[in-house]
């Protein structure tokens, strides 16, 4: 799907299919199916952090744009075809708070509107986010009435009035990236990797709880709410794990030519003395093949269920 103008794709939801463009200034547009919620991250001039970004690639439905590039005709398209199929469509922008200190516990901000956001979904939401834990800490929760619902120096996604007329429900999300290095800035990779999963665990139970609160949708379990298309790069590596493991037999390298005649000389030493096997000539390079496989861009797949 090449076309990024709202009308395209709206009519492509309207059909159940799903969308997946590139926007002006390197973002993408990423609808795994029509779903009742987005999550958007605006990449602060002059930054990129891929950390942040991979925590919303891997959910189903989500939007990654410079933070100078205008969504407002593009997110007002989607809320109308969304509004639509589930009468309702919830909104969350995410972006990164200051760095903690060292040995600091992971915070998020939850800014919300003073009125119109159901008390039940943003207990739901705060007590997933109280889940995602890293290094053995317990996160800190903040949920914060009428705030301001943008990252710091920029303009909300949608006027106040905007997200009442379109009935979205717009609510905002600050993320301290506990994952990293507050000197360096450097990922701590399996902290991230864990925190990302945690994360993603957290915004579907949020989600399915908007879904049952605000609109029609009535998902049975909030896995439902996960992304079910295989990326082409998933099945890119896919397809060279299968290449991987059908360039040798695992049993024939593995099994002695012997077998046999190893028992009965073992046999005749009285089941005392250890016998040679002899095993089949290798048609492979182990250390070759190690580095085929290490070399498989697996955090590069934005489902984490399929990375791991």
Not at 251 to 272: D, I, K, M, Q, S
Request: a negative charge; glycine letters at 8%.
């Amino acid at each position: 799907m090449k076309s990024a103008e709202p009308e395209a794709l709206v009519e492509r939801l309207r059909a159940g299919e799903g969308v997946d463009v590139a926007l002006p200034g390197g973002g993408r547009l990423h609808l795994d199916r029509p779903l009742p919620f987005l999550c958007v991250y605006r990449r602060p001039a002059g930054e990129r952090w891929p950390d942040t970004e991979a925590l919303l690639t891997s959910l189903a439905a989500w939007l990654i744009a410079p933070a100078g590039v205008a969504l407002q005709d593009l997110l007002c398209a989607l809320a109308e075809a969304h509004q639509e199929s589930f009468g309702g469509w919830l909104l969350l922008e995410i972006w990164n708070e200051p760095p903690p200190g060292a040995g600091a516990p992971p915070t998020f901000r939850l800014g919300a509107p003073e009125r119109g956001v159901p008390a039940a979904l943003l207990e739901a939401f705060e007590a997933a986010l109280m889940k995602v834990s890293i290094h053995r800490k317990r996160p800190v929760v903040r949920v914060d009435y009428g705030a301001r619902i943008a990252p710091p120096g920029l303009e909300p996604l949608l006027s106040t009035e905007q997200a009442a007329r379109l009935g979205i429900t717009h609510l905002g999300l600050g993320v301290t990236p506990a994952y990293r290095d507050p000197e360096t800035g450097e990922t701590y990779t399996f902290a991230h990797r864990a925190y990302r999963q945690r994360f993603n665990r957290a915004l579907k139970q949020a989600f399915h709880a908007f879904a049952h609160c605000c609109t029609n949708h009535r998902p049975a379990h909030y896995h439902e709410l996960g992304p079910r298309a295989i990326t082409p790069r998933a099945r890119e590596v896919d397809a060279e794990l299968a290449r991987l493991s059908d360039g040798f037999d695992l049993l024939l390298h593995v099994t002695p030519v012997n077998g046999e005649a190893a028992w009965r000389a073992f046999e005749a030493g009285g089941f005392e003395q250890e016998v040679e096997f002899l095993y089949r000539p290798r048609t492979i390079d182990p250390a070759a093949m190690k580095r085929e496989l290490w070399n498989l861009p697996l955090e590069e797949i934005e489902d984490p269920a399929l990375a791991d």
